[in-house]
Every structure is written in structure tokens, then in C-alpha cells.
């Protein structure tokens, strides 16, 4: 479980995130050019500067529609056949961006890859956090699913370490086909491994085989007394009366869990779905979004896309300088990211949340400070960078990835972490797509957009989020419940 977490979603995202930062000065140069063949005449800066902005956020984009595609094809093809879809999608995805150099002008064609592989990686990152909650013993469950901040930070150096070697105006395509090679020993990987127990249930109804794989991810015996519990689970989640198991439309029906009204309704109407058990899960959903949220507009994500860009032109930093630093920061967080893997199940989600979210700020002010004061104070901007960067690795954006996942019912858990990761898409795009025009606009001043939103998400978070190490969604939504004085109880 922990390789399949640590390589399916995690590394992709971190490789396609990363792949444009280092040689963005080759291809934007690559794109002018092209334009200038076809046209007769250069594109102004302007231009081309939201044209690489639409690059990066075709990563988004794209994304979106893998995730809302995921609720359909994870319940009608199951978990497995959806990450062996998704990771084989990878490959013409990069061949495609790798393979626009030389098939120069036609450089829409690194906008076509990267909508494939970037659909692709929606599609798996739902399957995957579905999969691991599914799957997870909930001793561990945290743990698990923080091996895909380790496999991101990975694929993210990766991206760095190649870029040091080949970003070069006639090397760069080299950055993206060692991907090639990490698809294909996914695909691989997943043969042996068992379906979703949950899938195997709603799908074939074949208790014995279900028993089988929780018992494989589990590591223990299939007679194991300790995987009886999570049997229960997936036995009370399945609704008899329900002609699509996981069909968003579906009446919200389980065992002390119940409600006239459909996941959609319970999450998008609050003027509708009105009584008890529907104000509870809404805020418990919408509670997951929101830490996502915070975790976009700290700016790690952003910035890491375009560290380089931020050392070399903002700070000013020698380019083969801010390749380095970009490259030495993705080194150093390998090991950083590790730490959630021990610390999540033990020091704690809120903790972790609320901690880094308080470091995000002062490191982002820190840079803004450094680049307004001029080249002699560029080391704080490296520094306010690295400490971004690497307290987002152990903190909420390790933490972010799951946390949303363990505050709704079993039966809404794939609909509501298909429909609700669109905002923070949505958020993601539109961050990405400001920041780049922006800053070469207004310089340091396009970091406020990440300074105030992360104080006021503070604020929020330590307000709302409940902690929910080792508890069971139930167990966390009575205690949600007893803070709102709502008159309701899940059975234990």
C-alpha cells in the first residue's frame, strides 16, 4: 500500500507540476519562435507571458475533468483498472510534450500532452485517495497516504535534477521522457494487487474475496479477527435500494447515517437538506475544501512551479544559480517529507495544519521583504522559499491530501472527494495563472495574494478543524456534533 501511494499519484503530480520550471526560459523561447515561423513576427511580452501562464494551468485544468471523470469510471471499472487506465494515459501525454521540439512550429502540441497527462493524473489522484481510505488499516491510514507527498516531492526532484543537466535550448524535450519509464513499472506494479475491497462488495458481492484483499493490504491472515471491523464498514456502506453505488445522485443511507436527502443535495443546498445530520456532514465536507483551500493559497504549490523564475528574475539570482537552489531544495525535502509518515498518526492532523500554515506566512512575508530590498537581500528570499516549501512537504500539504477524506460517511467518500477537489482546482488555476503575468507586472507585491488569504485561513482552521487521528469518521462526527450542539449520535 505504501508503494502503490507512494508511486501512483503522488510522483506524477510532482513531476508535472515541476517539468516547466527549470528550462521555462528554453521553451518560452521554443514557443516564440515557433510563433514567429508561422506568423512572420515575435509575440509581444505580454503575450507570451499568459501564454506560459495557460501552459502551467493546463495542469489544473485538465485535472479538473480527470476528477470529476473518476466518481464514473472508479465505479464502473473499480479502483485497479482505473489506476492501469490512468498511469497508460501518462505515457502519450509526455511523448507528445517531449516530442513538440521536433515537430517545431507546432508547439500546440506540449499544450495537447499536457492536457492528457494532466487529466490522467486527476483521474488517479481521486482513485488513489479513495483507494487508500478504502484500504488503510486507520492505525496507519495517515501514514499511508503521506508516502504521495514523498512520491511528489520526488517526481519534484526529478524534474530538478534533470533539469540541471537539460535545460538547454536543443536538450530540454529530455526533461520529460524519463517519465516513459515510471509509467511502465506502475502498470507493472499494479497487476498482482488486489481490487478495492469496497468495489469487490458493490460489484460482485463476494464477501470471501473482499475478506481476501483487506487481508492483503492489511498484512494479516484472512481469518484475522482485526479486519472484521473494517468488513462491517464495507457491508453498512453498501445502500440495497441503490441502482449505482457510487452514483452522486444517490439517497445517503447507512446504519445511524441517514437522510432523505441525495450527496448533492446535502452538500450544494443548505436551504434544502436543513435537519441535523445533513448541517453536520455539509460542514464536516466543506471543512476537508477549505483546508485544501488554504493549503493552494499558502503559495507552495505555485511557487514551487516557479521557483526558478522567482530566484532568477525576482531576486536575481544567476540562472545556473537558481537552478542549483531549485535543485537543492527539492533534495532537501525528500527527507522532510518523510516526517508526516511518522509524525501524522502520532503528533496529530491539526497540529501539522495549523503549524506550517503559521510558518507559510512569515516565509512568505520574509520573501516579499527580501525582493523589495534588491539583489543584496536575495538569500532571504532563498530562505523564506526553502522554509515554504519544506513546512508545506511535512505540514498541510502532506496532510491536505487526506484530511478531507476522513470527515464524510464511507458511502459519499468517493462522490464527495471527486466533486469538492474541483475547488480546489478551481483555486489552483487561478492562482497559477495570476501569479506569473502578475509578477512581472508588480514584482514582490504578487505575493500578497498568497500573504492575506493564508492569515485569514489560520484564523479558520484553528477555529474549525477537529483532529482526527485514529478515530473513525462516526467518532469524528459525534465529537463535530457535540461542538455544535446538535442533537444527533452515530453509532460507534
Not at 161 to 179: A, H, M, Q
Request: net charge positive; proline share 5%.
Amino acid at each position: 500500500m505504501d508503494v502503490k501511494a507512494f508511486d501512483y499519484s503522488g510522483f506524477q503530480q510532482g513531476f508535472i507540476a515541476s517539468v516547466l520550471n527549470q528550462p521555462y526560459l528554453q521553451i518560452e523561447r521554443f514557443i516564440n519562435e515557433s510563433w514567429e515561423i508561422r506568423t512572420g513576427s515575435p509575440m509581444s511580452d505580454g503575450a507570451l507571458n499568459i501564454l506560459w501562464s495557460f501552459l502551467n494551468v493546463c495542469f489544473p485544468i485538465a485535472t479538473i475533468f480527470g476528477q470529476l471523470a473518476a466518481n464514473i469510471i472508479c465505479a464502473k471499472f473499480g479502483r485497479k483498472k482505473t489506476a492501469i487506465l490512468a498511469t497508460a494515459l501518462y505515457i502519450p501525454g509526455t511523448l507528445l510534450c517531449a516530442c513538440t521540439k521536433w515537430l517545431k512550429p507546432w508547439f500546440e502540441l506540449l499544450f495537447v500532452g499536457r492536457i492528457i497527462w494532466s487529466w490522467a493524473n486527476g483521474l488517479a489522484s481521486v482513485c488513489a485517495t479513495v483507494w487508500i481510505v478504502e484500504c488503510a488499516p486507520p492505525k496507519i491510514r495517515g501514514r499511508v497516504a503521506s508516502m504521495q507527498e514523498l512520491g511528489m516531492s520526488i517526481g519534484s526532484l526529478a524534474t530538478q535534477g534533470l533539469g540541471v543537466l537539460f535545460s538547454t535550448d536543443e536538450l530540454w524535450p529530455f526533461n520529460f521522457l524519463p517519465n516513459i519509464i515510471i509509467a511502465i513499472v506502475n502498470i507493472l506494479m499494479f497487476v498482482p494487487i488486489y481490487e478495492s475491497p469496497q468495489f469487490i462488495m458493490e460489484k460482485y458481492g463476494d464477501y470471501d474475496l473482499a475478506r481476501k484483499a483487506l487481508a492483503s493490504y492489511h498484512g494479516c491472515a484472512v481469518g484475522d479477527e482485526s479486519i472484521d471491523s473494517e468488513i462491517r464498514i464495507v457491508e453498512a456502506s453498501l445502500n440495497k435500494n441503490k441502482k449505482k453505488p457510487n452514483d452522486l445522485e444517490s439517497k445517503l443511507t447507512k446504519p445511524g447515517i441517514s437522510s432523505e436527502f441525495t450527496g448533492n443535495q446535502i452538500m450544494f443546498m443548505p436551504w434544502k437538506a436543513k435537519d441535523p445530520t445533513s448541517q453536520l456532514i455539509r460542514h464536516a465536507a466543506w471543512l476537508g475544501v477549505m483546508v485544501k483551500i488554504a493549503y493552494v493559497f499558502t503559495g507552495a504549490r505555485c511557487l514551487r512551479s516557479y521557483s526558478t523564475f522567482l530566484l532568477y528574475d525576482l531576486s536575481h539570482w544567476g540562472y545556473k544559480q537558481a537552478n542549483f537552489l531549485s535543485f537543492l531544495v527539492g533534495i532537501l525535502r525528500i527527507p522532510v517529507t518523510l516526517l508526516p509518515v511518522f509524525l501524522v498518526d502520532r503528533l496529530g492532523r491539526r497540529p501539522l495544519i495549523i503549524g506550517s500554515t503559521i510558518i507559510s506566512f512569515f516565509s512568505l512575508v520574509l520573501m516579499l521583504v527580501s525582493i523589495d530590498l534588491g539583489g543584496s537581500w536575495k538569500i532571504g528570499t532563498f530562505v523564506g522559499l526553502s522554509v515554504l516549501l519544506l513546512i508545506n512537504a511535512c505540514g498541510i500539504g502532506s496532510v491536505s491530501r487526506f484530511y478531507s477524506a476522513e470527515l464524510v460517511p464511507r458511502n459519499l467518500l468517493l462522490s464527495s472527494v471527486a466533486t469538492l477537489t474541483m475547488f480546489e482546482a478551481l483555486t489552483k488555476i487561478a492562482s497559477e495563472f495570476a501569479f506569473y503575468p502578475v509578477a512581472n507586472v508588480i514584482g514582490a507585491q504578487s505575493l500578497l495574494m498568497f500573504i492575506v488569504p493564508t492569515a485569514v485561513f489560520v484564523v479558520l482552521m484553528w477555529k474549525w478543524c477537529p483532529e482526527t487521528k485514529r478515530k473513525t469518521v462516526n467518532e469524528v462526527l459525534n465529537e463535530m456534533a457535540q461542538q455544535r450542539k446538535l442533537d444527533i449520535s452515530f453509532p460507534m
